[in-house]
Nanobody, 120 residues
Framework: QVQLVESGGGLVQAGGSLRLSCVAS????????MSWFRQAPGKEREFVAG????????SYVDSVKGRFTISRDNAKNTVYLQMNSLKAEDTAVYYC?????????????WGQGTQVTVSS
């Protein structure tokens, strides 16, 4: 059973940056593909970015391409989401997810979420 704990959310002005972190415990981190999802008020949860087990493959939703970067440090059991040029529409609760597979999917394990609020 993998436990995931996100951190790094907060309030930021439009155009600013935040870096989210997600620390995993209870499993072999390098066995899991990792991803970030988000859920805005009144909307469904959506995929934001994913990274393969070894970190060589990544994927992003179109709306964040060129602004967000997902990365992982398997030695620290941590996945990151660097968010630059933030927009008001990026406001959401951001969730970290782990998949027991080489590539990201719908998430077998989830964190509790961290709030990101972007003021315009």
């Amino acid at each position: 059973q993998v436990q995931l704990v996100e951190s790094g959310g907060g309030l930021v002005q439009a155009g600013g940056s935040l870096r989210l972190s997600c620390v995993a415990s209870g499993g072999t981190f390098s066995n899991y593909a990792m991803s970030w999802f988000r859920q805005a008020p009144g909307k469904e949860r959506e995929f934001v970015a994913g990274i393969s087990r070894g970190g060589s493959s990544t994927s992003y939703v179109d709306s964040v391409k060129g602004r967000f970067t997902i990365s992982r440090d398997n030695a620290k059991n941590t996945v990151y989401l660097q968010m630059n040029s933030l927009k008001a529409e990026d406001t959401a609760v951001y969730y970290c997810a782990a998949d027991r597979s080489p590539y990201w999917s719908s998430g077998d394990y989830w964190g509790q979420g961290t709030q990101v609020t972007v003021s315009s």
